[in-house]
Nanobody, 112 residues
């Protein structure tokens, strides 16, 4: 089954950093992931960052200046570099591909 596979989450102290990675597996063709979302239980999934094919990026106001979305075409991988993490960044992070269902996500927990 074609599905994004996220990794890189974990437990980190406030002010720390994590880098999330995402590959879309299960297809003989490269399926590009284009965005990161996050979800806290009881809340809707929210867009964190997106990247267009030309490289233009877009960020939620809450993460601007702290998070960076990027992609490595050779490795077929989407990344989210998260710096200066805050407890309110705690969530399950999902990468999004318009041509596949949601993956399992990767959990990020930030403690103060």
């Amino acid at each position: 089954q074609v599905q994004p596979v996220e990794s890189g989450g974990g437990l980190v102290q406030a002010g720390g950093s994590l880098r999330l990675s995402c590959e879309v597996s299960g297809s003989v063709f490269r399926i590009r992931a284009t965005a990161w979302y996050r979800q806290v239980p009881g809340n809707q999934r929210e867009l964190v960052a997106a990247i267009a094919s030309g490289g233009t990026t877009n960020y939620a106001d809450s993460v601007k200046g702290r998070f960076t979305i990027s992609e490595d075409n050779a490795k077929k991988t989407l990344y989210l570099q998260m710096n200066s993490l805050k407890p309110e960044d705690t969530a399950v992070y999902y990468c999004y591909s318009p041509l596949s269902p949601w993956g399992q996500g990767t959990r990020v927990t930030v403690f103060s």
